[in-house]
C-alpha cells in the first residue's frame, strides 16, 4: 500500500511485469490497490488500468522468450533434478498445441498459473503471434476487471483484497484438480484391464464376505430400486445445503468477514440503483411473496385434489406449509435486523435471515417444476427446458431482495441453502413412498 501511495504508476508496471515474468509477486494485489487509490483520488484509473496491461504483457512476452531460447536447454541439464525430461516437455508441447490458446488467456486470471503460463508457453514453442494476440487480450482484460474492482469497492480493500484472494485460491485448486483427473483418466485407459480384473476380484471377495451389505451399496445406487438412486442424491443434497446453511450462519451470528461482505455489497448495489431498476425488481420480487406464493400452493393443490393425486398433494402441502414454517422459526431464532432503508419497500418488518423469498420461492417452483416436468412433461428436453426456466426465476427473485436492499447477500443464500434442504426432502420422500413395493403398501 506504501509503495504504490509513494511511486504510483511504477510500483504497478514493476510488480505486475516482474509477476508475469515468473517471479511470484502479488502483482494482483497492487494492482487492486492502485484501484482502489483512484477511487480515493490519489491516482488514474485508465492509468493505472493502461499500466497494468503493459507490465503483465510486456512481462509475459519477455517470460515467453526466455522460456523459448532457454527453457529446453535448461530441462536437457537438470531436468533429472527437476523430475522434468524430454519426454513430459513433449507432453506440454500437445497440451499447448490443444490448448495453448485458452491457457495464455485464462492463465492471466489465475495464480501461480499466471506466473508460469508464458514461460511454458515458450519452452512448448507455441507460435508466437498466437501467443502474443491472447496475452494481450487476456493483459487488458485482467488489468479491466481488477482495476475496475478495486476501483468500486476502494474503500472496503482489505476485504475485498481477501476475497480475490480465495477466489483465486480456489481456481488454483480447480485447476489442479483438473489436472489430476485428466492424469488419473490417462492412467486407467493405459491400464484399464488390470484395473478392472483388480476391481472385479476385491468386489466379489467383499461380496462373498458381506453378502448384505454388498446387496444394500448396489441398491442405493440402482435408478430402479426402492430406495435407491434418487434418495441417495436426495441425501447428497440435503448434506451439501446443509453445511453451506450452517457456515453462513456461524458467519451471521459471530459477525465473521461475510458479514461485512453483506454490507458493502447492499451499499454499493442501492447507490447504484435507479427508480426504474427499483419498479422492475419491485414486480420480480413479488413473484416470490409469501401472497404468490399462498396462490400458487392453493392452484396446484385444487389441480391435484381434482385430479386426486393423493400422494402428490400430500408432498405439495408439507413443501409450502413447511417452507413457511421454516421461514418463521429461523428468523425468529437468528433474528438478524433489516438493512437499512430497507422499510421503503417491506410492508411490514420482519427479521432478515434467511430470505424467505430465496427460501419460499426455491420450494414452491421447485416443487411445481418437479410435479409437472414427472407428471405431464415426457421429453428429457422438455424437463431440462423447464428446470432451467425455474433455477432463472428463483435466481432473479433473490437478485431483487438484493437489489432492493431489503435483504443481505447472506439472507439469500441462506434461504436458498434451506429451500434446497427442504425441498430435496419432499421430494426424496415422495419418490420413497412411490416406489415402496406393494407388500409393503399393502401393510400401511
Known amino acids: 500500500m506504501r509503495l504504490v501511495e509513494s511511486y504510483g504508476y511504477e510500483v504497478v508496471f514493476l510488480f505486475v511485469a516482474i509477476e508475469s515474468l515468473g517471479v511470484p509477486l502479488p502483482g494482483e494485489t497492487v494492482l487492486v490497490t492502485a484501484g482502489a487509490m483512484a477511487a480515493l483520488g490519489h491516482l488514474s484509473i485508465w492509468w493505472v488500468i493502461a499500466t497494468a496491461a503493459l507490465g503483465g504483457i510486456s512481462g509475459d512476452a519477455a517470460g515467453y522468450w526466455i522460456g523459448r531460447l532457454g527453457g529446453v536447454a535448461l530441462i536437457k541439464r537438470y531436468g533429472r533434478v527437476l523430475h522434468f525430461d524430454e519426454a513430459k516437455l513433449e507432453r506440454v508441447r500437445g497440451f499447448f498445441s490443444r490448448h495453448g490458446a485458452k491457457t495464455v488467456f485464462l492463465g492471466r486470471f489465475i495464480a501461480l498459473l499466471r506466473t508460469w503460463a508464458a514461460l511454458l508457453a515458450g519452452a512448448a514453442e507455441m507460435p508466437y503471434g498466437v501467443f502474443t494476440l491472447y496475452n494481450v487480450m487476456g493483459g487488458i482484460t485482467w488489468a479491466t476487471l481488477f482495476g475496475a474492482l478495486g476501483y468500486i469497492f476502494g474503500r ?19 485447476v489442479a484438480l483438473i489436472v489430476a483427473l485428466m492424469l488419473a483418466w490417462g492412467w486407467f485407459n493405459a491400464n484399464r484391464s488390470v484395473v478392472t480384473e483388480g476391481a472385479s476380484r476385491y468386489w466379489n471377495a467383499f461380496r462373498t464376505r458381506h453378502p448384505g451389505l454388498s446387496r444394500f451399496v448396489v441398491a442405493r445406487f440402482a435408478s430402479e430400486e426402492y430406495l435407491g438412486l434418487h434418495l441417495t442424491i436426495g441425501f447428497l443434497l440435503s448434506l451439501v445445503a446443509l453445511w453451506i446453511f450452517a457456515g453462513v450462519t456461524e458467519d451471521v451470528i459471530h459477525h465473521d468477514p461475510l458479514t461485512k461482505f453483506d454490507l458493502t455489497l447492499s451499499t454499493w448495489i442501492r447507490a447504484h440503483s435507479t427508480p426504474l431498476g427499483d419498479r422492475i425488481f419491485v414486480v420480480v420480487s ?19 385434489l381434482v385430479r ?8 405439495w402441502i408439507a413443501a409450502f406449509a413447511g417452507a413457511g414454517l421454516l421461514t418463521l422459526v429461523l428468523k425468529n431464532i437468528i433474528q438478524r435486523p433489516r ?6 419497500f417491506l410492508y411490514g418488518m420482519t427479521f432478515s435471515f434467511p430470505s424467505g423469498h430465496a427460501l419460499g420461492s426455491l420450494v414452491g417452483y421447485g ?3 418437479y410435479v409437472v416436468g414427472s407428471t405431464w412433461v415426457k421429453s428429457v428436453r422438455g424437463r431440462v427446458r423447464l428446470g432451467i426456466g425455474t433455477a432463472m426465476l428463483v435466481l432473479a427473485i433473490g437478485i431483487s431482495r438484493l437489489y432492493l436492499g431489503v435483504h443481505y447477500f447472506s439472507d439469500v443464500v441462506a434461504g436458498y441453502a434451506v429451500g434446497i434442504l427442504w425441498l430435496s426432502a419432499c421430494i426424496s420422500g415422495l419418490q420413497a413412498v412411490q416406489r415402496r413395493p406393494l407388500s409393503t403398501s399393502s401393510s400401511l
Open 367 to 369: 416443487m411445481l417444476a
Open 339 to 344: 438493512p437499512v432503508d430497507a422499510s421503503q
Open 286 to 304: 413479488a413473484l416470490g411473496s409469501p401472497a404468490a406464493m399462498a396462490a400458487v400452493g392453493g392452484a396446484g393443490a385444487l389441480v391435484l
Open 308 to 315: 386426486r393425486k393423493w400422494l402428490i398433494l400430500t408432498a
Open 156 to 174: 472496503s480493500l482489505p476485504l475485498l483484497e481477501r476475497y480475490i484472494g480465495q477466489a483465486s485460491l480456489a481456481l488454483v485448486l480447480l
